[in-house]
């Protein structure tokens, strides 16, 4: 499978009309370049797959209706759901880049290292994930395990009956949760129960940063560190951690996030400047249920980024697709 999903087909001026409005202008009367720069990227979101609630294909679905025109599938630690949304991203003309946000421990903290553009067959990669999905299982044993101390029963069953795909996640847990009535929502959940501190945490010992960029970087794929802002570090560990990250040669930094406000992606473009990292915008969209965190709507990189995807070659792969278009409508 090539690393993106270009659907775009000469003999059909109409497969990508949904996505992209100004590809049904009259190009044979109107001399408009075929360069185009105005692509909308959302390279980070969760399906069924990990702690996502749509399918891969309604996802994508959603996407689609929603303008993106490039997007992102990466699933914590699985790559499964990519299949279905490639097919799916197919149909509709929609590019779709083969995802994954790994979990990563680094220092004793909990990082999310996202690989885009990644070989999803490519076997380190693959070999190093499986290895995270059983860490994830024994935590979630052991999360069960405290959460019966506490008082609550029957909470690894609850949360697996939340998890459609192949990985057991807090989020499930916190679903669970929230069902049986122990919490009102899933922020509160969260602050209650699953966080440092609280009954139902246990720390993961996931993946060492430079296993998982290694993974990504093996499998042809670009290391993105997703939502900087999110970590809670002083700024001297943020720095170090971006440090140690370019010197796993990681590529990019998530600088704008959907859990980022316009301030903390001002601030993540100057890392993203100062240590030469490219830059990437996704959503990291989890579901309908989460109102404040729309698919497809990551705010503009800040002026002076470099775009994560300027060496993708989508602008071109537009301009040589266009001309047998225009070919072919003469006759
Ligand atoms: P895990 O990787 O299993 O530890 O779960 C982490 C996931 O929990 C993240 O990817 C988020 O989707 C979710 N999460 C973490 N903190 C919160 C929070 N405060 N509110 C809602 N979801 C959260
Ligand atoms: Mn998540
Ligand atoms: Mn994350
Ligand atoms: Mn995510």
């Known amino acids: 499978m090539s690393s993106i999903a270009n659907t775009h087909n000469n003999d059909s001026s109409g497969a990508n009309s949904g996505a992209n409005p100004e590809s049904n202008s009259d190009s044979q009367n109107n001399p408009q370049?075929?360069?185009?720069?105005?692509?909308?990227?959302?390279?980070?979101?969760?399906?069924?797959?990990?702690?996502?609630?749509?399918?891969?294909?309604?996802?994508?679905?959603?996407?689609?209706?929603?303008?993106v025109d490039v997007l992102a599938l990466t699933d914590h630690d699985v790559t499964d759901?990519?299949?279905?949304?490639?097919?799916?991203?197919?149909?509709?003309?929609?590019?779709?880049?083969?995802?994954v946000e790994i979990s990563v421990t680094w220092s004793g903290v909990t990082f999310h290292i996202v690989g885009l553009n990644i070989d999803?067959?490519?076997a380190g990669l693959q070999a190093g994930l499986a290895n995270l999905r059983a860490i994830r299982t024994a935590r979630g044993e052991e999360i069960a395990r405290r959460l019966e101390k506490h008082g609550i029963e029957g909470a690894l069953a609850g949360a697996q009956a939340f998890a459609a795909g192949p990985i057991l996640s807090r989020t499930h847990f916190a679903r669970f949760l929230v069902d049986a009535g122990h919490a009102k929502d899933m922020r509160k959940v969260f602050k209650k129960f699953l966080v440092h501190n609280r009954p139902g945490y246990v720390a993961g010992e996931w993946a060492t940063l430079e296993e998982a960029v290694g993974w990504i970087t093996a499998a042809?794929?670009?290391?993105?560190?997703?939502?900087?802002?999110?970590?809670?570090?002083?700024?001297?560990?943020?720095r170090q951690f971006i440090e140690a990250f370019k010197e796993c040669g990681g590529a990019s930094i998530e600088v704008v996030s959907g859990s980022h406000s316009a301030g903390e992606a001002a601030g993540m473009a100057q890392y993203a400047k100062r240590y030469e990292l490219l830059a990437s915008?996704?959503?990291?969209?989890?579901?309908?249920?989460?109102?404040?965190?729309?698919l497809g709507r990551p705010m503009p990189l800040p002026e002076g980024?470099?775009?994560?995807?300027?060496?993708?070659?989508?602008?071109?792969r537009q301009q040589v697709q266009q001309v047998p278009q225009e070919k072919a409508t003469d006759g």
């Not at 980024?305 to 071109?316: A, I, R, Y």
């Open 305 to 316: 980024c470099v775009p994560v995807w300027q060496d993708w070659g989508l602008e071109e």
């Open 120 to 122: 999803i067959e490519h």
């Open 33 to 67: 370049p075929a360069l185009r720069h105005d692509l909308h990227y959302d390279l980070h979101s969760h399906s069924t797959l990990s702690d996502g609630t749509l399918t891969p294909e309604a996802l994508v679905r959603r996407a689609h209706a929603q303008g």
């Open 281 to 294: 915008c996704g959503s990291d969209y989890h579901g309908p249920e989460q109102s404040w965190q729309e």
């Open 81 to 99: 759901g990519l299949a279905e949304a490639s097919a799916t991203a197919q149909e509709l003309g929609l590019r779709l880049v083969p995802g």
């Open 220 to 238: 042809g794929g670009q290391a993105v560190i997703a939502h900087p802002a999110r970590y809670r570090l002083s700024a001297t560990r943020l």
